[in-house]
């Protein structure tokens, strides 16, 4: 009987030993979610405030430009500008269009695509913006809508007459030889997935 | 003094976490716990995971209308995506076959009508369109809005220069490529959005004679096109799914005999006699189609072999095509033959090629009449004739031969030279009869040049038949040794098939329905090909295209065919209907030529003078050659377009989403399933 309760506790041992093993690795499995949800949460906070925020600053730099015609950066280190001032009336929603659509500069507003022309020449002008932060709205853009665009050469209207999707790896963007606006971003709107290949383009045209 | 049951009870109330509570029922506890919310820690990594990947997968809407180039089976015009290579067709909205066939020898100008209907500018964009074999394009001509670009033969380099140039200078061009043998390309730059353009191609086409028919065959089938089934409807709906296809097809046929049958093999034709050619339309324009167009008629066949001739004048010269039909396939012949046959039993024809080609053997042998001669040549590195010459197949000496092929091993390697040598001793030709080398090998000559002189040197009257087994056998040799030898060449490429086609050359050696024919051109001096005219066997037309200069003419003599036919003289006198409606003789005939020069090439002849020599008649006939290409430049841009077409630089779509949604949930996803996590481990 002794020698059978001996082997039973060090069998006991042995498992209370494995299970206090398990019970600490569930513990940093935990751990590492917390801290890696946690800081998942703030980053895209991070990424909201920035694209917000960002916003304030572009507006007076665009003020100053305004005012003395020079560009002028929102902030000391910034590599970009505002180039423009775009509103939807109807919305009442507007943005300040930096220079240069890049990744990092459309993280702080909608840019201009280098190669497109700006309004008032001959040649298709293309504003590009994230569809879940500064071009959200384009998803309640209606055909008819006026767009107006103000840039240092004065304000340009124009008005929406196509919406599409394009799917970007079989087409690019056409810029011919006429006044007109596209503004495109990301499509579907509200997914998940960033890196598709699908574009929402609205066409806007002088009248 | 704790019992064992104690110490237990503890121990599991250490390591099991919702113990406590339910200390009462030890047994049970673990399951209770877990079963609270029917999950282990298992379920809620694996449930989480599946959550994570299940909110990332993203259903890509996507219309697959990508074409893939091995599925072209009909015109088709495509614009292509330089990001992705994908190419994707444009809308069809017409096609138009008119065909021009005179004996086996067929024009096709195929005229098809695309849109592009998207509202961006192709700026490159390529034309495909499947080629039959034996067939040359030779003219290109392209219609936007108002104005017609006509393709021109140039040498390749300055062709593709010409291109490259118009391209840049925002011109519409296009660039005729073979991509396959069987599919041609042509590149085109700049379509204007919604502008309809018109590809007009000629090609020319010789025409088959198999089982008593002769054959053409138009590429129409159209697939339809795939639309997935979760396509989102706010995309455009610039894919047609509907091409609302029209179709036209129109054949005159001027057959050269006498038909006994016109048949459409999967459409409803109209068929109308008018004079000496009828006229073949399709009678539905409307439908898809799942087959091709395809017309066979069949000529009616008499004792006797029966001639047609189609002569086509241009710049002084005559040029000539010459049919000889032979008769029909129940005549018994009287040909006495004498056939040799030298097969390579080297170590390369191993297993399947010699087992097959032995099979193919004891057939013909078995096939022999009692008073044709024969012969077999077994060689590797040495050569060993059954006979020392030429035998009668009565059984006896069938018997020897069956034994000997039995005999035969793969080993050793290929020396042609002994063998063929033997095969054209004297012991093994005979006089009175048609003399018929049957020669199998599957290896490349080495030595070409020698065993070709040989061969010129000694074949004398006899006929050599060469047959090529496996993919890398030299196609030129075999079939100029063939042509010098009046006889064919027929290549095998795939081993499963030696048997059956080398039955069919066996068949065929088996009846010849006329020998040693000869053609009086009616003309001092001409130039024919095949320079040696081979002898007409049942089942396949004989056909031999000449030039002659109109200046070397004999006046008023007509053309003569003779040839020995039933062992009695046959001859026959033609005369071309000149009439200037026939075309494409001369092309032919410059077809011809080429190929006969491409073969010297290959043959080791002097580079340069054949080349240049291949590049002047291409030019002149409008031949897509090795060294020529057809290229098509607007000549008459329109300067605005021009501006258009150049500002239609593309740009490339930026990335936009910031995907600061996707981090927000899986954020706090994970820090629900930690929180969770804690409460179930942590009571």
Request: proline share 4%; with cysteine.
């Amino acid at each position: 009987m002794p020698v059978k309760a001996g082997s039973f506790t060090i069998a006991a041992r042995k498992r209370s030993q494995s299970k206090k093993w398990s019970n600490m690795m569930m513990r940093w499995l935990l751990a590492i979610a917390l801290t890696v949800g946690g800081w998942q949460v703030l980053t895209s906070g991070y990424l909201l405030a920035k694209a917000y925020l960002a916003q304030w600053l572009i507006a007076d730099a665009w003020d100053l430009t305004l005012q003395d015609g020079q560009t002028h950066r929102p902030w000391s280190w910034a590599d970009t500008h505002p180039v423009a001032k775009l509103m939807i009336p109807r919305l009442n929603k507007s943005s300040y269009v930096l220079a240069d659509a890049n990744g990092r500069n459309l993280a702080f507003g909608p840019a201009h695509v280098l190669g497109s022309g700006m309004p008032g020449e001959a040649r298709t002008t293309v504003f590009s913006g994230h569809n879940d932060s500064h071009f959200s709205y384009l998803s309640k853009v209606a055909v008819g809508d006026l767009i107006q665009v103000e840039t240092t050469q004065g304000e340009f209207e124009y008005h929406i007459v196509e919406m599409k999707v394009v799917d970007s790896d079989q087409r690019a963007l056409v810029i011919s030889g006429e006044d007109q606006l596209i503004l495109t971003t990301c499509y579907p709107f509200n997914s998940l997935t960033t890196g598709g290949s699908l574009r929402f383009h609205v066409i806007a045209e002088r009248q | 003094m704790k019992t064992a049951q104690s110490i237990r009870a503890q121990l599991e109330a250490q390591s099991s976490p919702n113990k406590q509570k339910n200390s009462q029922q030890p047994k049970n506890s673990q399951k209770n716990n877990y079963h609270r919310l029917g999950l282990n820690w298992k379920d809620v990594v694996i449930f989480s995971f599946t959550l994570v990947i299940g909110l990332t997968y993203n259903i890509q809407v996507n219309a697959q209308d990508a074409v893939q180039f091995d599925d072209i089976q009909s015109g088709m015009m495509m614009s292509f995506n330089k990001s992705n290579g994908e190419y994707r067709s444009l809308k069809l909205q017409n096609t138009a076959f008119d065909v021009d066939v005179f004996g086996l020898l067929a024009t096709v100008t195929v005229k098809q009508q695309f849109t592009n209907q998207n509202p961006d500018w192709v700026t490159e964009g390529v034309y495909a369109f499947p080629l039959a074999d034996m067939s040359a394009l030779y003219r290109l001509r392209m219609t936007i809005g108002e104005r017609v670009i006509e393709g021109e033969i140039h040498e390749k380099k300055k062709a593709e220069l010409i291109y490259e140039q118009a391209k840049q200078e925002g011109r519409t061009a296009t660039m005729v490529k073979q991509y396959r043998p069987n599919i041609f390309t042509s590149d085109i730059a700049n379509i204007a959005p919604f502008e309809t353009i018109t590809v007009e191609l000629t090609y020319q086409q010789s025409l088959r004679y198999v089982d008593g028919y002769f054959e053409l065959q138009l590429p129409m089938t159209i697939k339809p096109r795939y639309i997935p089934a979760d396509y989102d409807a706010r995309l455009p709906m610039h894919a047609n799914v509907s091409d609302t296809m029209n179709r036209h097809i129109q054949v005159h046929l001027d057959a050269g005999f006498e038909l006994d049958e016109i048949n459409s093999l999967y459409h409803e034709v109209k068929i109308e006699s008018d004079f000496q050619q009828q006229v073949i339309t399709l009678e539905d324009t409307q439908l898809y189609d799942s087959h091709d167009f395809v017309l066979r008629w069949f000529p009616s066949l008499g004792q006797e072999p029966q001639t047609a001739l189609f002569s086509e004048v241009l710049d002084g010269y005559e040029y000539s095509l010459l049919m000889v039909m032979p008769p029909e396939n129940s005549q018994k012949l009287n040909q006495l033959r004498n056939i040799t046959f030298i097969i390579d039993t080297s170590g390369s024809m191993h297993g399947q090629a010699l087992s097959q080609a032995k099979d193919a053997l004891l057939y013909a042998l078995s096939n022999l009449d009692a008073d044709t001669y024969f012969n077999v040549i077994d060689f590797d590195s040495n050569a060993k004739p059954l006979f020392s010459g030429s035998m009668p197949a009565i059984p006896e000496n069938i018997n020897k031969a069956l034994r000997f092929i039995d005999g035969f091993s793969d080993d050793g390697g290929t020396n042609m030279a002994p063998a063929l040598e033997i095969a054209m001793q004297k012991e093994n030709i005979l006089t009175d009869r048609l003399n018929q080398i049957v020669f199998l090998t599957d290896g490349s000559v080495g030595n070409e040049a020698m065993i070709f002189e040989q061969i010129a040197q000694d074949i004398g009257d006899a006929r050599l038949f060469t047959i090529a087994i496996g993919p890398a056998p030299n196609h030129y040799f075999m079939s100029k040794a063939a042509m010098f030898g009046r006889g064919s060449y027929t290549h095998i490429g795939d081993l499963g098939q030696v048997d059956e086609s080398m039955r069919l050359v066996f068949d065929k050696l088996a009846a010849p329905a006329m020998t040693d024919i000869a053609v009086d051109w009616g003309a001092k001096s001409v130039t024919q090909t095949p320079q040696a005219i081979p002898d007409l066997y049942l089942g396949e037309p004989l056909v031999i295209t000449s030039k002659t200069a109109l200046s070397e003419k004999l006046a008023g003599k007509l053309y003569a065919v003779s040839g020995l036919h039933d062992k009695q003289g046959w001859s026959e006198q033609l005369q071309a209907p000149v009439d200037g409606r026939t075309t494409g003789i001369a092309r032919l005939w410059a077809r011809n030529q080429v190929e006969d020069w491409i073969d010297e090439l290959m043959l080791g002849g002097d580079q340069n003078t054949l080349k240049d020599q291949i590049i002047e008649l291409a030019l002149k006939h409008h031949l897509v050659t090795e060294f020529t290409a057809l290229v098509a430049v607007d000549k008459t841009p329109n300067l605005t377009r021009m501006a258009q077409a150049k500002a239609a630089q593309t740009l490339p779509y930026p990335q936009t989403a910031l995907g600061w949604r996707s981090q927000l949930l899986a954020g706090l996803f994970l820090m629900l399933v930690a929180v969770c996590g804690r409460r179930l481990t942590c009571q």
